[in-house]
């Protein structure tokens, strides 16, 4: 046995003894709602498909058609030939939900944030980014090579201490955040985190990927806090928009300034013609039905009150357990009465915060929530 296959048995081991493993189970996602894995149907609380339109009929025959018009991938980097004539298209519609000048579309949230960052901020520079923020922030930060600070959660008054303290040392700061963390379900303070920014010079960015569709009548969590100046609103495709890539809005100037300099813009294949064609269609559902927009929460927000836990400000609702072990016997427990609810375990989320997390979409029946209630009312802890 070589060497690297040995270290991986060993570190495979030992994630076995904690029970943190991670492995893949196939999924058949027959609509928005139900998906088969393992011999059985299942109704989904873990898709983060908030308005159910990755199955929606326009937005397929969108992503059809296009396939069809502009072939199966854009074939190069948007600066070779890869900038297809949707991704313009698709630029224009997302600057003017979010009310800016412009906006650039990447491969993939993961993609947009580990190159947004590090286009902004370098090695004489500081991010301060929320703890609980997307690995894909904290990834971002590292790669700028920039001084990286936690701030404690939502606390906008340890934000303020540590620029008080590290602002006047560094050329240019960041404060980065979650807009709605995907594993809490809560929202970050954008109005008191802009106010801390505009007093220190700090540019702000907010990663809006569980927002976007569900919040502010669809515009997402910024649209909470008409006040605030967010510079950089980022976002992805892939949730309540339902298909896949990522984006950042702001001004003309930063936007012109990503497009030739963002190292995940720049040297990455473009968006598929096929993505940018439903995100198009999903935008326009969106713009039509205010409605199906207050739905995931609403739906969230009846869970809550049907367990009695703090009320849904999103889609997103944890359930917290405690232990990997224990997370993992209720995912199983829910699974054998017909829902599929994923167990969320460290390094996801920190030590001893292992949670069931559920997330709630515009089609979810209110006679399956209350059965999924009732079930969740059975395990959790006394």
């Known amino acids: 046995m070589d060497s690297l296959t040995r270290y991986a048995e060993v570190k495979l081991t030992a994630l076995d003894a904690r029970t943190l493993r991670r492995t893949l189970v196939e999924t058949i996602r027959t609509d928005g709602l139900w998906l088969e894995r393992g011999g059985k149907r299942l109704l989904s609380f873990s898709c983060n498909d908030y ?41 224009r519609r997302l600057a003017a939900l979010k009310g800016t000048e412009a906006a650039c579309v990447f491969g993939s949230g993961y993609l947009a944030n580990t190159g947004i960052i590090p286009t902004f901020a370098g090695p004489d520079d500081l991010v301060i980014v929320d703890e609980l923020a997307h690995a894909c922030i904290w990834a971002g930060a590292k790669l700028s090579g920039a001084r990286v600070l936690p701030f404690r959660h939502n606390d906008v008054d340890h934000l303020a201490a540590l620029l008080g303290e590290h602002r006047a040392a560094a050329g240019h700061a960041i404060v980065a955040t979650d807009g709605v963390f995907s594993m809490d379900g809560d929202i970050a303070p954008l109005d008191r985190l802009s106010d801390i920014c505009a007093a220190n010079d700090a540019w702000l960015l907010s990663d809006d990927a569980h927002g976007v569709g569900v919040l502010g009548e669809g515009k997402g969590s910024a649209a909470l806090f008409p006040g605030a100046h967010i510079h950089l609103q980022m976002g992805t495709l892939s949730k309540a928009i339902g298909g896949y890539g990522g984006y950042l809005c702001a001004t003309q100037p930063v936007i012109d300034f990503v497009k030739t300099r963002a190292r995940t813009v720049v040297y990455s294949t473009g968006l598929p013609p096929a993505s940018a064609a439903s995100a198009i269609a999903a935008l326009d559902v969106i713009a039509a039905d205010p409605a199906l927009c207050a739905a ?4 969230a927000r009846l869970f809550t009150r049907l367990t009695d836990l703090p009320p849904a400000q999103s889609p997103i609702v944890p359930v917290l357990l405690g232990s990997a072990e224990t997370a993992l016997a209720a995912s199983a427990a829910l699974e054998d009465q017909g829902f599929a609810v994923v167990a969320i375990r460290p390094p996801t989320v920190p030590v001893g915060t292992a949670r069931l997390r559920i997330a709630f979409s515009a089609g979810h029946d209110d006679r399956d929530i209350e059965r999924l209630a009732a079930a969740v009312n059975r395990l959790k802890p006394a």
């Open 51 to 91: 308005l159910n339109l990755s199955h929606h009929p326009a937005v397929k025959q969108a992503a059809a058609d296009a396939a069809l018009a502009y072939g199966a991938g854009a074939g190069a980097s948007r600066l070779i030939t890869g900038d297809h004539p949707l991704l313009e298209t698709l630029e």
């Open 296 to 299: 995931p929460v609403a739906k």
